[in-house]
């Protein structure tokens, strides 16, 4: 393209056409899920969308530094799969990553603290908002190198099987994730060695600033490369947590049983920006709107009232995590930082840093 | 004591490790079947079977993300990249993925990985598969780097590295792999960042690396016939550093030479002469020499190989030079 005849109109993003949701599936309240585990999944979702909005106001108060990447209105993945999941199975996410450690039980008061830069913090301060992990809780780990924490999963899975300990791993990434090298050797790699693993493609439409269709040539970058690998082409509406957990413990089943890898898209949203304070003007206004309303909290609520659970214990339990989240809050913010001497320990196995001798 | 080839002690170091810990296993490309496109795995799939001895598709980011998943989650591995070069390909996994994520998890995760590769010039192979790329890897906190420069060392620092539950990059040379020694018999396990002195002498010090180890040793013997007693240090460890065995043959000697393959800038001997100029300043009797490969990448042609690498010839002059 010469300057002369550039257009910035065609970079202005926000003009394209919006890519608009399909409607709600109401079909999905008959899926086989028992109402107290519906109910668990109610929390669940807003534990990790209260816990997020008051992430992003501890961020516009300059408390949390750096950077957090939200999931602000992609919450059904994270709860359909960890719902699915057996405590000793692995996760394995990107910076993207609040969510998926919370959903495997790590408590929010040290996590909060992690993005505060607090010596109670998850990683005591050493990892920050990008890197959450708790082995104990089978948080394996955010990366922020894109792809590679796809062949590290692999790794995990090949362990389970060698072990025999029938423990699956569940790998989440972008739509963006599927243009780099790691995500093809990952998914061929744990073909091939039919590896106990679910490789869970979060389509937002998005990667970073750019829409994920003009830099793909496939409408789905992660289902419509699946059958280069020999993989099912799986799409699931990951807004609806009832229909991402009924496919997730599908394939977690598969997986434990022996049956291979599984490469699944669930196509979501995300609420704000890519990262920090990014208003995400890059999107059009309609398209925006649209998927506002095709909120998987409002989904999720709608469900149940139609499922007869009064609104009264919704409210209650929307109450009962806002306080968690209160308490959170005010731990992180009464922590001290970090103490000094742990910037030199943890370097090597022996916990220090030493590299002469 | 048996001879041995430093071919052969590969895959005799790797047995003996496999046999002690029946959780260890590798992968990389061709070196279960095909027992390595340098033959240093041979006979480890006949021994240990399919399960702990695995052919990979060429995915280096795959086999090192393979390999730390499984480490961090129980099972120790020894993973090979064919030739030293393609670190490039997966260099992500090592310096970003292997190396941080202990410091970054506050401890959480322990990753006992041994990237075993092929390093080093001489075979005529050209820029892409000759480069000594120990460097790229000595500057990455959290990796440890070790060199062998004899069979019996490879033995022993294979162990060392396997028992070490940090990543390691164990740095095979081609040009050594046909050369012979004795080993000896039974067990032998080494310490990492411990450097040996393979020549006592009074008059200066040479600290080498791998292939640079014998050159020294020729050219420390031709410096005898010219009256110049030579010490030579075989470092063995780039990191953990063994620096006292330097600074104390340092202390002795005066004088300080390295010789290293890598391409010249921020080569180990730099790091070294760094150490020794703020420590041993008031030791030094005359300047740090550093006899390096130029910064150049390597050409084909013997003729011009055989310039670019430090030759006995090289290391004798240029000592010579300076020790006048
Ligand atoms: C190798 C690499 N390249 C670029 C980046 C910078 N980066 C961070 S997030 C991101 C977009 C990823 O998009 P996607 O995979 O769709 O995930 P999302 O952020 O939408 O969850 C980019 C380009 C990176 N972290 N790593
Ligand atoms: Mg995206």
């Not at chain 2, 062998?148 to 040009?175: C, I, N, Q, W, Y």
């Not at chain 2, 960042?193 to 791998?210: F, N, S, W, Y």
Request: hydrophobic share 40%; charged share 25%; aromatic share 6%.
């Amino acid at each position: 393209m010469s300057t002369e005849t550039f257009d910035p109109q065609l970079l202005d993003y926000s003009n394209r056409p919006p890519r608009l949701p399909s409607p709600p599936n109401e079909a999905n309240d008959r899926i086989d899920i028992p109402l107290d585990q519906r109910m668990r999944m109610y929390e669940l979702q807003q534990e990790l969308r209260q816990f997020e909005k008051r992430a992003y106001d501890l961020f516009m108060q300059n408390l949390v530094k750096g950077t957090s990447h939200l999931s602000l209105g992609m919450e059904a993945v994270a709860t359909g799969f960890a719902m699915a999941m057996r405590r000793d199975d692995y996760t394995f996410a990107t910076y993207r990553g609040h969510a998926h450690t919370l959903a495997r039980g790590v408590p929010m008061g040290p996590v909060m603290a992690e993005l505060l830069g607090r010596g109670t913090g998850l990683l005591g301060g050493k990892g920050g908002s990008m890197h959450l992990t708790s082995v104990e809780h089978g948080m394996m780990g955010s990366y922020a190198i894109i792809g590679a924490h796809l062949c590290i999963a692999n790794g995990a899975a090949w362990s389970a099987q060698m072990r025999g300990s029938d423990q699956v791993t569940v790998a989440f990434f972008g739509d963006g994730t599927t243009n780099i090298g790691a995500f093809h050797e990952a998914i061929n790699f744990a073909a091939i060695w039919k590896l106990p693993i679910v490789f869970v493609c979060e389509n937002n439409l998005y990667m970073e600033y750019t829409p994920i269709d003009l830099v793909t040539p496939v409408e789905h970058p992660a289902a419509d490369r699946a059958a280069a690998y020999g993989l099912e082409r799986i799409v699931v509406d990951g807004n609806d947590a009832d229909e991402v957990y009924d496919t997730a413990r599908r394939l977690i089943e598969k997986a434990r049983s022996g049956g291979g890898p599984s490469l699944v898209e669930a196509v979501t949203y995300r609420h704000g920006g890519h990262s920090r304070a990014d208003p995400g003007k890059y999107r059009p206004k309609e398209e925006v709107d649209a998927w506002l309303q095709r909120d998987p909290l409002t989904l999720y609520h709608q469900r149940l009232l139609r499922l007869g659970v009064p609104e009264i214990e919704l409210t209650k339990i929307a109450q009962d995590v806002a306080r968690r989240v209160d308490e959170a809050t005010e731990f992180a913010k009464s922590s001290p930082p970090p103490d000094p001497e742990s910037l030199m320990t943890d370097v090597w196995a022996d916990g220090g840093s030493s590299w002469r001798r | 004591m048996a001879e041995m080839s430093y071919r052969d002690a590969i895959a005799y170091g790797i047995a003996q490790e496999m046999r002690r810990d029946p959780r260890l296993v590798m992968l990389g490309e061709d070196i279960a079947a095909a027992g390595g496109v340098f033959k240093t795995t041979v006979g480890l799939l006949e021994q240990f079977g399919p399960d702990r001895v695995r052919d990979t598709p060429i995915s280096e980011q795959a086999i090192l993300g393979a390999a730390m998943g499984a480490a961090m989650t129980g099972i120790p591995v020894i993973a090979e990249i064919m030739f030293s070069d393609f670190i490039a390909v997966c260099f992500d996994i090592l310096a970003n993925q292997m190396a941080k994520t202990r410091y970054m998890t506050g401890g959480q995760v322990t990753v006992p990985v041994v990237i075993r590769t092929h390093n080093g010039g001489g075979a005529r192979f050209g820029a892409q598969h000759s480069q000594s790329v120990e460097n790229w890897c000595m500057m990455i906190p959290g990796l440890k780097v070790v060199a062998p420069s004899t069979p019996r060392d490879v033995v022993g620092l294979m162990a060392a590295a396997v028992r070490d539950p940090d990543p390691v990059v164990f740095l095979e040379h081609k040009s050594l792999l046909a050369t012979k020694g004795e080993v000896p018999e039974g067990e032998i396990v080494d310490e990492l960042g411990v450097a040996k002195v393979v020549r006592e002498g009074t008059d200066c010090t040479i600290v080498a690396l791998a292939l640079m180890v014998p050159r020294a040793l020729q050219a420390a013997e031709r410096l005898a016939a010219e009256g110049i007693s030579a010490e030579v240090i075989d470092l063995r460890s780039l990191v953990p550093l063994d620096t006292q065995t330097i600074l104390s043959s340092v202390a002795k000697t005066g004088r300080l030479f390295t010789v290293e393959e890598n391409p010249r800038l921020c080569g180990w001997g730099a790091e070294i002469a760094s150490i020794v100029g703020h420590e041993a300043f008031w030791d030094l009797d005359g300047p740090v020499v550093r006899i390096t490969t130029p910064h150049i990448p390597l050409p084909a042609a013997e003729t011009l190989e055989d310039m670019a690498i430090p030759s006995v010839d090289r290391i004798y002059k240029e000592i010579v030079e300076v020790m006048d």
